[in-house]
Nanobody
C-alpha cells in the first residue's frame, strides 16, 4: 500500500500564489504518473494537471496559471498556482498511477491507483 500526502494549502487573497507538494511515503515519485485534482463544495472532483512520461498537461481553464513539476530530485511533485481566483477554492488532492504508458494522458480519477487526503486551498479577500 502506497501512502500519499499533500502539503502547502492555506488561505490566500485573490492574485496571490501557493505551491502545493505531493509525496509518497518512502519512495520517489519519479516512476509514477502523478496528477492533481480538486473538489469544490457541492461539485464533482475535477482534473487540474498531471505528469506523464512526456511532461505536464493541464485542464484548459487553468493553463498558464498553474504548473505541475517534479521536485526534489523526483521525490515530490509540486503544483505551483499563480494568480489565484476565488473560484480556485477547493480541496486539492494528489493521485498517483503506478503502471502507465509514457505517451498516454490520464484525466479521470479512476485512472489513478493511490490518493492523498487532500489539502484545502481557500482564495478570499
Amino acid at each position: 500500500q502506497v501512502q500519499v500526502g499533500e502539503s502547502g494549502g492555506g488561505l490566500v487573497q485573490p492574485g496571490e500564489s501557493l505551491r502545493l507538494s505531493c509525496a509518497a511515503s518512502g519512495r520517489s515519485l519519479d516512476t509514477y504518473a502523478v496528477a492533481w485534482f480538486r473538489q469544490a463544495p457541492g461539485k464533482e472532483r475535477a482534473f487540474v494537471g498531471a505528469l506523464n512520461g512526456r511532461g505536464a498537461y493541464y485542464e484548459d481553464s487553468i493553463k498558464g496559471r498553474f504548473t505541475v513539476s517534479r521536485d526534489n530530485g523526483g521525490w515530490t511533485v509540486a503544483l505551483q498556482m499563480n494568480s489565484l481566483k476565488p473560484e480556485d477554492t477547493a480541496l486539492y488532492s494528489c493521485a498517483i498511477k503506478s503502471v502507465y504508458t509514457s505517451a498516454s494522458y490520464y484525466y479521470a480519477p479512476d485512472d489513478y491507483d493511490y490518493w492523498g487526503p487532500g489539502t484545502q486551498v481557500t482564495v478570499s479577500s
